[in-house]
Nanobody
Framework: EVQLVESGGGLVQAGESLRLSCVTS????????FGWFRQAPGKEREGVAC?????????????SYSESVKGRFTISADNAKHTVYLQMNTLKPEDTATYYC?????????????????????????WGQGTQVTVSS
């Protein structure tokens, strides 16, 4: 059974940090590209960060970020733990959203991070259930 389980969300003040985790199982971690997406109430789901893997060393695709989070968020992965992380620094109220981890078989990161709405839902193979991040001003 494929599972992506996010954790680490919460309520923080603007300027603070959070680290999200996505623990995966049920598929070959090294064959997949991983994206973090977010969806705020009334807004479309959007890609924010991606890390790609066409082999076991995550060297094929460099990480990609949306402009809104570039320089503040960092995506990383631990092959041994089959886990993907999103370190979020200098959080802003506009970062408030439900954050989702998703995986696609060897997808290119520039494409993944640009996915929106139904394109994202259709384009990724697996999704987690989401974790809520709320940033107060």
């Amino acid at each position: 059974e494929v599972q992506l389980v996010e954790s680490g969300g919460g309520l923080v003040q603007a300027g603070e940090s959070l680290r999200l985790s996505c623990v995966t199982s049920g598929f070959t971690f090294g064959d997949y590209t991983f994206g973090w997406f977010r969806q705020a109430p009334g807004k479309e789901r959007e890609g924010v960060a991606c890390i790609g893997n066409s082999d076991a060393t995550f060297t094929r695709y460099p990480e990609s970020y949306s402009e809104s989070v570039k320089g503040r968020f960092t995506i990383s992965a631990d092959n041994a733990k089959h886990t993907v992380y999103l370190q979020m620094n200098t959080l802003k109220p506009e970062d408030t959203a439900t954050y989702y981890c998703a995986a696609v078989f060897r997808g290119p990161c520039p494409v993944v991070v640009s996915m929106r709405s139904q394109t994202a839902l259709n384009g990724m193979d697996y999704w987690g259930q989401g974790t809520q991040v709320t940033v107060s001003s």
